[in-house]
């Protein structure tokens, strides 16, 4: 599927990571990452494939929290293995459709700590590093936080307030900076 390459928008990405301080990206690609580790298909082993619990304390990190946004061809692996992390310690962020209708869906339900939905417009994902039309869904972000299982609560913020939260902080202005007259 064309779409399972599309890469995540930085502002999205950011967004979450000033939230939960993301230590990898585990369904990424050598051009699409969105964290300086990562994992790819083609890592041995790969994502699907590995403990994260085990990969991640390795690195020193205790109760870390990873982002996922898996291929919309085949989500379903993915949500089981968050599903596995979650009880193992390991908290994700899950970037999908807004798609009710598939099981993938309602086991995410059961096993998230939240349910945030994106509201009032689609999110435009990146081909090559430009945005590409044709995202037919909304997005919904599934929170699973570590050792912590259902009992999930729904939120909801606008696109707009999404890219806001993600935009680069205001660069503050050198001390000796002079206003002009």
Known sequence: MSNDTWATPKAVYNAMD????FCADMAASKENHKHETYWTEQDQPNSLEMCWQDALCDMGHINPWVWINPPYSNISPW???AIQA??????SVMLVMADPSVKWFSKAAEYATEIRFVTEGRLAFLENGKPKSGNNKGSVFFIFAPKMIGNAKTTYLTRQELLSLGKPEIETKPDNYELAA
């Not at 979650?86 to 908290?91: E, I, M």
């Open 18 to 21: 000033r939230e939960f301080e």
């Open 79 to 81: 949500v089981d293995k």
């Open 86 to 91: 979650q009880a193992l310690g390991v908290g």
